[in-house]
C-alpha cells in the first residue's frame, strides 16, 4: 500500500477554513469535561456535529457513539477517540481551563473534573476526520467508522461498548485505530512502533484473614500483620525468579493495612496489588503466582478462613499489529516526513484494545506530540497537563485522516 | 513478723453492720464511672466519705487523693487504690449497670463509660480499709496511707501524681501495697507471688520514609510497603533470637498502613508496636533492638529520611518485693487460710510502681478473685466484666486490712 | 516417708576404707572410654567388680546391664547410670586424663574418646551404691536394682534397653531414678528441682526440593536457595507468635546448605534444625508447625516434590515427679543440710526418661556438684571438662545411697 | 561500504581443495582439547599452521597468538578466535569425540576435556580466514590480523592478552570482531544484532559473619543462617524494585553454606552470588544494592565483623557497535542473502570486549548456526554438544572471510 497524497491533501483541504470553529469547539470540550459514563452533553454535542454534517450515527450505550461513513467497496476502517476527563482540578493557567465540578454517580461526592488527559484532542481529531471522509467522498472509497468511547480512564468504556452491541451497530472493520497525545513524543510529531506498546495492568484487592487477640498473647491468635509480611517479601520473588529477565513486569504493593492499636492484634490485612506486563503469558502466570503465593502464605500462618481476591481496574495489553503498524508508519513517513518518529513503548495501561480484540480485528495506536517545549511538558493526568492548542489540534485532525487514507485512498495508485 | 488475728478481728469488726452502705456506694460508683484524668467525681465522693469519718485527705493533682491516718510510733503502710473507669459500653446485665457517657476531653468526643477493670472494687477495699483503721485505733499502731490513684488505664496517673508532689503530701511509706480484682484468681480467694508479676510493656509508633512513585516505575522510588515488610519480618527475630527461652518477652505489631491506591507507591508507612517483658534488661534490649533493625532496614532500602519513633503508654515493670511479699503472704495464709494462692503472673501491665519506684519503697501487688463461676467469667476490660458482688466487696476490704495488719499489728505480738 | 539416718550410716560406713580402690577404679574408667554403644570393656568390668561382690547381673542388650539386689518384701527402687564416652580429645590436664581412641563402628573412622560429660562418676556413684545394699542388707529392706545403661550421648541406649527387654530383666520399680555431674552445681553439693528440669529436643534434616536451571534464567527453574531462606524466615514465628511467651521454646536452624556455583540455580536445600521445649504440648505444636510452615512454603514455591522430614536425636522432656522429688530432696536436706539445693532446669537433655516412662514409674534426675572452683568450671562436653575427684567420687556415692534410702531405710522409722 | 563479492570468490576459492584436510586439522583439534591458559600444544599446532603458509605469528602470553598479514595501505581488521577446551566428559557420540584428560595445574587434578562449546570451530573459521587472506593477496589490500585467544571459559584469557602486551603486538585495529557457534541460530545461518548482545556477568563470594553459639541459646550468639535468610529475601527486591522494568537484570544465589550441625549456630555463612545485566549502569547500581543491603543486613543483626565481597568471573557486557555491525551485516545480506538473520541477545557472557575495549577499538560479535536438527540440538556446555561438521565448518571460514571483506575489499566497488 502506498499512501496517495494527492488525495491526502483533498481531505484535508478544508484544514484553514475550520481552524477558528475547531479551537472553538475545543475549549468548549475543554472548559466542559465530564467524568467516565457520564459523558452525556460530550456525547450529545459530537452527535449533533456529525448529524449536522449528515453522517449517520448510531448510540452504542449510554454515552458511546458509532459514526459510520459508507462510501462504497473498499476496506472498511474504524478509528476511536476516548470522550471522558479526569476528576482532577486543573492547573494548566490556560484561558480555557475548566473550572467544572460534577456529581459523581457511583459515589455521590462533588468533584472537580477536567481532560488532564487529553481526550478533548482525541474528540476532536475523530471528530475532524468524519467530516473530512464525509465532505470528501470523491477523495476515498471504503468505509470509515469514527468510534467516540466512554470511560477509558476506568477501563469501563471499551468494555460497556461490546456489551452494548458494538458489534451489530456496524460493518465488522479491517483494522482498528487509535491515537494519543502524549507527552513523552515531540510536539508536532507522530509516534508509532508495534508489538506491545502499553501494558497489561491490573489491580487486586487482597484480604487475608487472621484472628484476633491481645498484644501479648499472639499464641491465642493469627497475627495477620506478619502474615501480610511475609507475603509482601514473597511477592517480590515473583518479578526476581519466576518471570525472565528480558520480560517486563511490575508487581506492586501500592498499599497495605492492618489493625488500629498497637497491643491489639488484628483479624485481618488489605493488600492493593498493581500488576503490569506486556505479555499476555507473562500476565496470567504473575496473577497465578499471586494468589498461589498468597494461599500457601495464608496456609502457612494457620488462616482459619481463604483469602479474598477482588480484581479491578483490568487493562489489556495493548499490542500493535506488525502489518496494520507498518501500513500506518509508511503512510506517516509519506506525509509526516522527519516528523514521523519510533514510539517508545510505557508502562500505561489503555482499554483501547477491547473492541478489536472482541471484535477479532487487528489493530494500532500511535502518539501525536502536545508540548513544544517538551523539558517542561506536564505528564498525562498531572493537574498542569493541556497540551498546546495547536499544532496539536490540526495533527490530530491530520494523524487521523493520514492513517485511514493508508486502506482508503489506495485505490488511486 | 507474725499477724495479730484479734487485731485483725477488732479491725474488721464493721463488716456486717456496714455491708448494706458499702454495697450502696459501690452500686453508686459503678453507675458512675468516670474516665482516666476526669474523676471529679468520684474523687470528690472519695474525700467526703473519707472526711465524714474525720480523716485527714490531701488532694494531689486534679483528682488524685491521699488519706493519712496517723496512729502513734511504727511502720508507715500505703496502700493504693485507682479510681478510673473504661471507654467501654458496658454489657454485663448487672441491675446496677453502667449506661453513663462522658465528653473525652482530649478528643472532644462523648463516649459510654463503665469499670470494666473492676476499679470501684478498688475504690471500696481501700476506703473500708481506711476506715477500719481511722475507727479502731486501738488495734495498731504506726501509720496507714490510702492512696487514691487517677488514670491507670492510660499510665498517666501514678506519674500525675508523683509529679504533683505526693512525696510531700504525705509520710515515707515503709512498704507501698495495691491489689486487683481478677478473673483467673478463684472467687473469695486472694493471690500473691514474688518477683516480677505483671509486665513492662511500652508502645511504639514508627514512621518509616520511602519515596513516592507510579507503581510502575518501582526504581524510581523507594518502596515503604516492602521496608516496612520486611522490618515485620526481621523484628520476629528479636524474640525467637536474641532474648533467651526462659524470659518472658513479646514483640507485636499489632498495626501497619501504606498507601491508599494499588499503582501509586506511598512515600511512607506507619508501624504500631507494642512490647511486653519481666525484666528490665529484657525491655531495654528489645527496644534497643527494634531501632537498630528499623534504622537498618531502613538504610538497607535507601530509606531517604531516618525512621521516627515516639514511644507511649509505658508501663514499668511490676516486680513485687520478696520480704513484702512474704509478709502479706504470711498474713494471708494466717487469715484466709486456703483461699491464700499462688498468683500467676500474667502478660498484662500496671502503672502501681512508679509511685513507690519514685519514693524508693518495697512493694507488693496481689490478686482478689472476682467470680464464683470462673470457667465463665469474662477478662478484665470485656464489656461484660463485672465481678460478684459478694464475698469480693468484702474481700477487698479484708485482704487490704490484713495486708497491712502484718505491719501495722505486729507490735502485739 | 523420713530418712532412717542411722541406716545410711551403716550403708556408707565403708566409704573410707573403699576410697583408694574406688579411686583407682575411676582413673581406671576415665583413662577407658568407650564410645557410645560400643562400651564392651567398661559394661564387662562393671559386671566384674559386681560379681565378685555377689551381686545378680543380667545383660540388657550388648552393653547394658541391671544389677538386681533384692533384699525382702519393701519398695523397689531403681537407680540409672550412664556408662559412655565422648568422641573427644581430652586436654583436662589431669594426670589420669584420657588419650585413648577408638574406631567408630557406624563410619570406620578412629576417633580420640573422653568421658567428658563425667558418665566415668555415674558409673561409680552407682556401682558404690550397688555394693552399699549388698554389703549391708541388714540395714534395708526392699530391692535396689542398679542400671548401667549405654550411649546416653547418641540418645539411643535408653531406647536400645526397652527393646531389649529391660521390663523382663527386673522387678517392675516403684520409683527410677538418676544423676549427673553438673558444673553449674556447687562442688560437694545437691541439687533437685520438681517439674520439668531439662529440655525435650530434637533434630531435624529437612530437604526441600526445587529445580535447578542456570543462575541467569530462573523462571526456567524453582530456586531452593530463595526457598529455604523463606522458610528460615518463617520458621521464626513460631517462637514469636505461635508459643506463649511464658514457654520456653527454641527452634534453631544450625545448618543451611545449597548449590556450589554462584551461577547454576541448585535442585534442593538442606536444613538442620533443632528444636527445644519443656512441655510436651508445646514441642508437638512446634513440629507441627516445622512442618506446616515447611510443606506450605514449598507450595508457594511451585516445588515439584514434597519435602523430606528426618527426625533425630529426639530428647524426650525430663519432667521431675513431685512427689518422687519431694522424697529425695527430703533425703538430701536431712543427710547434707545446707549443702541440699535447688537445680535451675538448664536448656539440656537426656535420654534418661525413656525407660521410666517405658515402664509407667515416677522418676526424678538430680546434680551433683563437680568443681570446688565453678568460676572456672569447664562445661559438661568440653574438652577440658574434668571434675574434682574428691569430693566427686564419694558425693557420688553417698546421693545415690541417701536418695534410695528414702524408701528403703524407712521401715526402721 | 559495499560488499566486493568478486574479490570475496577468489578469497574463497580455496573452500573445496582444502576441505579434507581443514576436516581432519578440525577433528584433530575436537580429539585434542586443552583446559584453559594451558593450551599449549592447540596454540603450537595453530602456530605451525599459519607458519607453514608464511604468516607472520607473534606469541602473546603463554598460549595466545597474533597472527598479523599485512598487505598495503588500508583498514586494520583484527578477528579473534577462542581456544580453549572445557573440564567436561564429552557424549556427543560422535566418532571423533573427545576422549582426552588433562591434568588442571591450579588443582592436580585430572579431568576429562571436551570442546563443549565450539572453540575448535572457531579455531578453524579464524585459521581458515587467516590462509585465505595470506593467499590472495590480489583480492584485498589493508590487514588483517587472527587473534588467537585463550582461557575464554574462565574470563581469563583476554586479560591475559592485554596483560601480555597485545597492543604492542600487532597494528591498532579498526574494528575488531568475533564469532560464536550458536545452538540457537540455524544450521547454515549467520546472525548478527546491533547493541547488547550479551550480558554482563559477575560473580560475588560473601562472607557473613555471625557469632557460634549452642543452639538452645541464640541470644548468646548472632545467627548467621537467620541473616543469610533475610539477605536472601532483600536481595530479591534489587530486581523488583531497584531496576526498571525493561531492563535485564538478574540477582542470583546459587549457593549458600552454613553449620554442620543442627544444635550448633555457627559463626558465618557463605553466599555465592552471580549477576547479569545488559547495560553497565545497571550492574554497577545491582553491586551497589547487594553491598548495600548486606552490610545494612549485617548491622541489623549485630553482625561482629564486617561482611567480606569478593568478585570474580567479572565477564564484561558485549556491545555491539552500531556501524560495525551494520558493515558486518551489509556483507553478510550481499553474501548469504536469507541465511543472514537478526541474533536474538541471550543472558550469557563473553571476555571477547575486553580486547577491543583496552585498545579503543569498536567491535562486533555474531553467531552462526551449528546444527540441522534445531529443536534437538544441546546446549552449549552440555556434554552432548557437538555441531554437524558441515556446513559449520565452511560456514566459519566464510562468514570471517565476508565480515573482514567489507573493510578490506571495498578498496575495489
Known amino acids: 500500500m502506498t499512501l496517495n497524497l494527492e488525495a491526502v491533501s483533498t481531505l484535508l483541504s478544508d484544514l484553514d477554513s475550520t481552524r477558528p470553529a475547531r479551537e472553538d469547539l475545543y475549549e468548549h470540550f475543554h472548559r466542559t469535561p465530564e467524568l467516565s459514563m457520564q459523558e452525556d452533553e460530550t456525547s450529545a454535542r459530537i452527535r449533533a456535529e456529525l448529524e449536522a454534517a449528515g453522517v449517520d450515527v448510531r448510540p452504542v450505550g449510554r ?78 472509497q471504503g468505509t470509515f467508522i469514527g468510534v467516540f468511547q466512554p470511560a477509558e480512564e476506568t477501563a469501563a468504556g471499551a468494555r460497556d461498548m461490546v456489551e452494548s452491541g458494538i458489534a451489530e451497530a456496524m460493518p465488522k472493520p479491517d483494522v482498528y485505530l487509535g491515537q494519543h497525545v502524549l507527552a513523552s513524543v515531540p510536539g508536532g510529531a507522530v509516534a508509532t512502533t508495534a508489538g506491545p506498546v502499553l ?36 511477592l517480590q520473588t515473583i518479578v526476581s525468579r519466576e518471570v525472565a529477565a528480558r520480560e517486563t513486569a511490575v508487581v506492586t504493593v501500592g498499599a497495605i493495612h492492618a489493625g488500629t492499636k498497637s497491643n491489639i492484634i488484628p483479624a485481618s490485612a488489605e493488600l492493593l496489588i498493581n500488576t503490569r506486563a506486556y505479555n499476555s503469558d507473562v500476565e496470567k502466570h504473575i496473577h497465578e503466582a499471586i494468589e498461589r503465593i498468597i494461599r500457601q ?22 499490542d500493535n499489529n506488525v502489518d496494520v503498524t507498518a501500513a500506518v508508519r509508511g503512510a506517516f513517513d509519506a506525509y509526516f516526513g522527519e516528523k514521523s518518529l519510533d514510539l517508545t513503548p510505557v508502562p500505561a495501561s489503555e482499554d ?28 498525562n493526568h498531572n493537574p498542569a497537563f493541556a497540551p498546546d492548542l495547536q499544532p496539536t489540534l490540526d495533527l490530530g485532525v491530520q494523524a487521523a485522516v493520514v492513517a485511514a487514507a493508508a486502506w482508503l485512498t489506495t485505490k488511486d495508485t
Chains 1, 2, 3, 4 share one sequence.
Open 297 to 318: 502464605e495464608c496456609a502457612a500462618a494457620r488462616s482459619p478462613q481463604d483469602p479474598e481476591f477482588t480484581y479491578y481496574d483490568a487493562y489489556p495489553l495493548t
Open 199 to 234: 501494558s497489561a495492568a491490573a489491580s487486586i484487592r487482597v484480604v487475608v484473614h487472621g484472628k484476633g487477640s491481645h498484644g501479648s498473647m499472639p499464641e491465642l491468635g493469627v497475627d495477620p500483620v506478619v502474615l501480610a509480611s511475609a507475603i509482601v517479601m514473597r
Open 63 to 140: 454515552t458511546g457513539l458509532v459514526a459510520v461513513i459508507e462510501n462504497g467497496a473498499g476496506p472498511v476502517v474504524a478509528m476511536r477517540g476516548d470522550i471522558d476527563g479526569l476528576p482532577v482540578r486543573e492547573v494548566s493557567g490556560k484561558p480555557y481551563a475548566s473550572t467544572a465540578t460534577q456529581v459523581n454517580e457511583a459515589t455521590g461526592e462533588e468533584t472537580p473534573v477536567a481532560h488532564a488527559c487529553g481526550h478533548d484532542f482525541h474528540i476532536m481529531g475523530l471528530l475532524g476526520a468524519c467530516l473530512a471522509f464525509q465532505q470528501h467522498r470523491d477523495a476515498w
Open 352 to 379: 483501547f484494545s477491547i473492541i478489536p480484540d472482541a471484535l477479532g480485528v487487528p489493530y494500532t495506536y500511535w502518539g501525536i506530540g502536545g508540548f513544544a517545549d517538551m523539558a517542561n511538558a506536564p505528564g
